[in-house]
C-alpha cells in the first residue's frame, strides 16, 4: 500500500521502479510528469529507442521513508534532517555534495528528489571490481570526498582557494562510508582526471551543525570541532577499507600516507581542530592525494568506465511505468481527421 508521502509525489512524478533500500528509506526512479508527457508527445510517431533514451535523461531519484513501524518515526526524522540541511542549512550547491531537484517536508509528508546517478556507490563498486582499486583510483576519491568535507565545515572550494568564509554555517555529515559515496561520469566542468568518475556525498540523514565542547580557543574564535573530526576519521577509515579489498597489481599500497594524515587529525590536541586547523590538515592531505594518483596512474579499463555511464534503466521500465497503477498516464492526444 503507498504511503501519503508516495500518493502526494505520484501526483506529480511517474514512478519507474524501487531503486534501492535502506534502514530507514526506500529509493525510486521516477520521472517528472510534465516532462515525460512533453517528451512523449513530441517524440510520437518517431523511432521508440529515440523517445527513451530522451525519457533516461530527465530520470530522477526519490527517496521516501521506510514506513515499517519499527524504524517509522527515525526514519521520518533522518528524512525530515537531510530535507533541512540540504535546502536550508547549506547556502550553496557543490559538486562533490548531492544536488536537491525538488522536496516536500510536512508533518504526514516527505520526500527528496535528486539526480538519478548511473555509476551506483563506492561499496558496490568495489565488491564488482577489486582490481580497480588502484592507488590513483582510491587517492581520487580520497581527495573529491575530503574537497567535499572541507566545503561541509567552511564553505571552502577549490574556486576561493580552499579558505574559510566566515559566515558558513559549520556542518558535518555524520555518516561517512563507501555507501554513502555515489559514482558518476565526469565532465569538464567538475574536476576530471583520466577516465575516473566524479564522487558524490549523499545521504544527510544524521547531518548536523557541528556540537560545541568546551571553551573557545585562545586562539581562534572557531569552536573544537569533534563532529567534523569523526568525519574525518570515518573518511580514513572506508579508504582503508577499500585498501584492504583491493586487488588492483599496486594493491594501492600509496593510500596509507593520507589516510594516516586524515586519522591523525584526531590526536593534535583542540588547537588544531578548530575550522583552520582541519581545514590545513584538509590541504595537505589532497595535495598528498594527488601526487599519488598522479605518480601511479592506472586508467580505468575501458569497460569498467563504460559500465559507469551505463543508464540500465530499461525500455520496459520506462513503458511500464506509464501503466503503472496509480501513475496515470496521460496519453498523448490524437489529432481528429477532418
Not at 530507514?24 to 517524440?43: C, G, M, Q, W
Not at 517536508?105 to 564488482?128: M, N, R
Not at 562510508?177 to 556525498?201: I, K, Q
Not at 548536523?208 to 577509515?237: C, I, M
Amino acid at each position: 500500500m503507498p504511503t501519503s508521502s508516495r500518493i502526494h509525489f505520484n501526483k506529480t512524478h511517474y514512478e519507474a521502479r524501487k531503486l534501492g533500500a535502506g534502514a530507514f528509506a526506500n529509493v525510486y526512479l521516477a520521472i517528472p510528469k510534465s516532462t515525460a508527457d512533453k517528451t512523449r508527445s513530441r517524440e510520437r510517431g518517431a523511432n521508440p529507442t529515440t523517445m527513451y533514451d530522451s525519457l533516461r535523461r530527465h530520470l530522477v531519484a526519490v527517496k521516501f521513508s521506510q514506513p515499517q513501524e519499527s524504524y517509522a518515526n527515525r526514519a521520518e526524522e533522518q528524512l525530515r534532517n537531510e530535507i533541512h540541511v540540504l535546502t536550508q542549512v547549506l547556502p550553496e550547491k557543490h559538486e562533490r555534495i548531492v544536488e536537491v531537484l525538488g522536496s516536500h517536508s510536512t508533518s504526514s509528508i516527505k520526500w527528496l528528489t535528486t539526480p538519478y546517478l548511473s555509476g551506483g556507490d563506492v561499496e558496490t563498486f568495489a565488491s564488482l571490481h577489486p582490481d580497480c582499486l588502484t592507488t590513483a583510483f582510491i587517492c581520487h576519491i580520497a581527495i573529491q570526498m575530503v574537497e567535499a568535507l572541507a566545503f561541509l565545515i567552511s564553505g571552502a572550494t577549490n574556486e576561493n582557494e580552499m579558505v574559510v568564509r566566515d559566515d558558513w554555517p559549520c556542518t558535518v555529515h555524520g555518516d561517512i562510508h563507501l555507501g554513502n559515496m555515489l559514482l558518476r561520469p565526469a565532465t569538464d566542468g567538475t574536476g576530471g582526471f583520466s577516465n575516473f568518475p566524479d564522487v558524490v556525498l549523499a545521504d544527510f540523514g544524521c547531518a548536523k551543525h557541528d556540537q560545541l565542547t568546551g571553551s573557545k580557543l585562545t586562539d581562534s574564535n572557531d569552536e573544537y570541532l569533534p563532529g567534523a573530526v569523526f568525519d574525518s576519521w570515518r573518511l580514513a577509515s572506508a579508504l582503508l577499507l577499500l585498501r584492504g579489498q583491493s586487488l588492483a597489481h599496486d594493491e594501492a599500497e600509496g593510500v596509507y600516507p593520507v589516510t594516516k594524515k586524515l586519522s591523525g587529525v584526531q590526536y593534535s590536541g583542540p588547537a588544531r581542530v578548530n575550522r583552520q586547523g582541519l581545514l590545513a590538515f584538509y590541504r595537505v592531505a589532497i595535495s598528498m592525494a594527488k601526487e599519488s594518483r598522479q605518480e601511479c596512474l592506472i586508467p580505468l579499463p575501458s569497460e569498467v568506465a563504460a559500465s559507469i555511464a551505463f543508464n540500465d534503466v530499461s525500455d520496459g521500465d520506462l513503458e511500464m511505468m506509464f501503466c503503472r497503477p496509480g501513475n496515470n498516464a496521460r496519453m498523448p492526444k490524437r489529432r481528429k481527421r477532418l
